[in-house]
């Protein structure tokens, strides 16, 4: 049975600091990409950034320089760390593993079959 559990949501302070991570289960993890994507009230859900299998990265522009995607191969594990957050940065973020998307010989995201429960990030003062 997959899983993919996230975990480290919250509140804090903009300007702030959060981490995230995903423990996944139930399929080898290794060779999917894998990806946090977030929602905001009323919005669309939008892809925040991607790690392909073998380590290539994806950014959205508006995070781009303030936000880092990781994963432990070992531990089954993706992480997003979240620097200088920003109010617009609140929504529900949602972790998801899948097949690897490249553009024009760039990887561009994922495509993906997997779906985490999602966490709360809430950036206020």
């Known amino acids: 049975q997959v899983q993919l559990v996230e975990s480290g949501g919250g509140l804090v302070q903009p300007g702030g600091s959060l981490r995230v991570s995903c423990a996944a289960s139930g399929f080898r993890f290794g060779r999917y990409a894998m990806g946090w994507y977030r929602q905001a009230p009323g919005k669309e859900r939008e892809l925040v950034a991607a790690?392909?299998?073998?380590?290539?990265?994806y950014y959205a522009d508006s995070v781009k320089g303030r936000f880092t995607i990781s994963r432990d191969n070992a531990k089954n594990t993706a992480y997003l760390q979240m620097n200088s957050l920003k109010p617009e940065d609140t929504a529900v973020y949602y972790c998801a593993a899948g097949k690897e998307q490249w553009t024009d010989y760039v990887f561009s995201g994922l495509s993906a079959n997997y779906w985490g429960q999602g966490t709360q990030v809430t950036v206020s003062s």
């Open positions: 790690i392909s299998s073998a380590g290539w990265l």
